[in-house]
């Protein structure tokens, strides 16, 4: 339902149905919950039946970025099907919700998640994304058993490591990511540390690898009295908010075997040819930003759009059948000196507070990123031809044969089962949808044959008056 006055559901052709639910379209990236429902009766329509209005006014809607929303679903099997478990905060049971968990939706923010109990176990990293297998993608042995919320920090990082328990033996203080301590400090192990500011992870192996420990402020004087006696920790990251600006330039990291082994490169422009650094690629970390990346040199072959994630075998979970030859970043946004996208340009992908020391003028920009986009595939798993659209399209039949999946990459859409947006209606926000028939759970005889893009506004009201049917002379 978009604004607008609908006076008879029956002559939408809806006759047989019951609507019994309503839920609000927000925008996930700007609103952390639904805010009270405030109800007002209106008896000025007291002969023709009673309204009832719900108002959100926008002083109760708190302006929060993506920072301030942090959200992880559980479902209790692959693909995100089964019942679901939503929390923001920590979990220190998940079987007092779910039997068992198989995939889990990072709406928001960063948590950790433990294969036992009360936090205990093997722990793993998660942020904003879809694991619709994560035992297999990340390699899990067992199911998540409780989760943690990682709390956002934005001011300065700092962490003292000891090479021995209780704080002995040498010590070195901390404010950035040091993926070797052996290498940097001359340290062969660390057994104890005192996080005073920010939260980090430490790993096992060098350069990020390994098990894992998320670290929060406080001191820790034993990690073997922690369950850790026969771990080494030799490298340590800082959690950190992309939002925040501290991580806003885009980055990704090349490794040469599954499941980040082996060397690695990392990048934050276009590389015509991985060869020159790596012999093979077969995973990746986007950590920030979006990526395109060609199985052939110089940006030729078959391409493949990466943003902010893990990709722990990227070949068979993006169907590539060869590796990764070249990639180039796609920026956020573009410049130009003069109008319609004419003269020279500038790329930018963080803060500006000059932009004349690039262009002498400005008269033309374009958004890369955070606009609304929506793109159809005309066979499943995002194979065969494809066809990208920002907006309304009420007969997709002119761009494609037949339409079996489909990849949100920004905002909200309907998409119809019949063209002139008739039909079953199924809501996609971003994500992706390599079957449409089947993961979106959509009753439909044939393929998405039309889609309206849904305008969202973070913070204005949301008031909608609904009528139902009363007796004449009752109050």
């Known amino acids: 339902m978009r604004p607008g006055e609908y006076r008879s559901f029956r002559e939408m052709g809806m006759s047989s149905m019951r609507?019994?639910?309503?839920?609000?379209?927000?925008?996930?990236?700007?609103?952390?919950?639904?805010?009270?429902?405030?109800?007002?009766?209106?008896?000025?329509?007291?002969?023709?039946?009673?309204?009832?209005?719900?108002?959100?006014?926008?002083?109760?809607?708190?302006?929060?970025?993506?920072?301030?929303?942090?959200v992880i679903i559980f479902y209790e099997d692959r693909n995100f099907q089964g019942r679901s478990y939503e929390t923001s905060s920590d979990c220190a049971d998940m079987s007092s919700y779910l039997s068992r968990c198989h995939s889990c939706r990072v709406e928001s923010g960063m948590f950790m998640v433990y294969d036992r109990p009360n936090y205990m176990g093997?722990?793993?990293?998660?942020?904003?994304?879809?694991?619709?297998?994560?035992?297999?993608?990340?390699?899990?042995?067992?199911?998540?058993?409780?989760?943690?919320?990682?709390?956002?920090?934005r001011g300065q990082f700092r962490m003292r490591i000891y090479e021995r328990e209780n704080f002995?033996?040498?010590?070195?203080?901390?404010?950035?990511?040091?993926?070797?301590?052996?290498?940097?400090?001359?340290?062969?192990?660390?057994?104890?540390?005192?996080?005073?500011?920010?939260?980090?992870?430490?790993?096992?192996?060098?350069?990020?690898?390994?098990?894992?420990?998320?670290?929060?402020?406080?001191?820790?004087?034993?990690?073997?009295?922690m369950g850790y006696s026969g771990s080494r920790f030799m490298s340590m990251r800082r959690i950190m908010d992309i939002n925040s600006g501290m991580n806003m330039r885009g980055k990704i990291i090349f490794y040469e075997d599954r499941n980040f082994q082996g060397r690695h490169y990392e990048c934050m422009?276009?590389?015509?040819?991985?060869?020159?650094?790596?012999?093979?690629?077969?995973?990746?970390?986007?950590?920030?930003?979006?990526?395109?990346?060609?199985?052939?040199?110089?940006?030729?072959?078959?391409?493949?759009?990466?943003?902010?994630?893990?990709?722990?075998?990227?070949?068979?979970?993006?169907?590539?059948?060869?590796?990764i030859r070249s990639c180039r970043m796609i920026p956020m946004i573009i410049f130009y000196e003069d109008r319609n996208f004419q003269g020279r340009h500038y790329e930018c992908m963080s803060d500006c507070p000059d932009m004349s020391s690039y262009l002498s003028r400005c008269h033309s920009c374009r958004v890369e990123s955070g606009c609304f986009m929506i793109i159809f595939y005309e066979d499943k798993n995002f194979q065969g031809r494809s066809y990208e659209?920002?907006?309304?399209?009420?007969?997709?039949?002119?761009?494609?044969?037949?339409?079996?999946?489909?990849?949100?990459?920004?905002?909200?859409?309907?998409?119809?089962?019949?063209?002139?947006?008739?039909?079953?209606?199924?809501?996609?926000?971003?994500?992706?949808?390599?079957?449409?028939?089947?993961?979106?759970?959509?009753?439909?005889?044939?393929?998405?044959?039309?889609?309206?893009?849904?305008p969202v506004s973070a913070y204005s009201p949301l008031l909608m008056k609904y009528w139902f049917p009363m007796k004449l002379g009752l109050s």
């Not at 009270?36 to 109760?60: H, I, K, N």
């Not at 309907?414 to 993961?439: A, I, K």
């Open 269 to 323: 422009s276009d590389c015509a040819d991985m060869s020159s650094y790596m012999s093979r690629c077969h995973s990746c970390r986007v950590e920030s930003g979006c990526f395109m990346v060609y199985d052939r040199p110089n940006y030729m072959g078959n391409q493949y759009f990466m943003r902010r994630g893990e990709y722990a075998d990227y070949m068979s979970m993006m169907g590539m059948s060869d590796c």
């Open 122 to 153: 093997n722990q793993y990293f998660m942020r904003r994304g879809e694991y619709a297998d994560y035992m297999s993608m990340m390699g899990m042995k067992d199911c998540i058993r409780s989760c943690r919320m990682i709390p956002m920090h």
């Open 19 to 70: 609507f019994m639910s309503m839920r609000r379209i927000m925008d996930m990236t700007h609103i952390r919950a639904a805010p009270p429902v405030l109800w007002r009766a209106d008896t000025r329509t007291r002969t023709m039946g009673r309204v009832g209005t719900a108002l959100l006014s926008s002083s109760s809607i708190p302006r929060m970025n993506v920072a301030s929303r942090l």
């Open 389 to 454: 659209t920002g907006s309304d399209c009420a007969e997709l039949t002119s761009h494609l044969s037949r339409c079996n999946s489909c990849r949100v990459e920004s905002g909200c859409f309907m998409v119809y089962e019949r063209p002139n947006f008739m039909g079953h209606q199924m809501l996609v926000r971003r994500g992706e949808y390599p079957d449409n028939q089947r993961l979106m759970g959509m009753s439909m005889s044939d393929c998405v044959r039309s889609c309206r893009m849904i």
């Open 168 to 225: 002995g033996g040498q010590m070195h203080e901390l404010m950035d990511d040091c993926d070797n301590i052996q290498d940097r400090f001359r340290m062969s192990d660390c057994m104890s540390c005192h996080v005073m500011d920010g939260h980090w992870l430490m790993y096992e192996q060098p350069h990020y690898r390994g098990r894992m420990m998320y670290m929060r402020p406080g001191e820790y004087r034993s990690f073997r009295d």
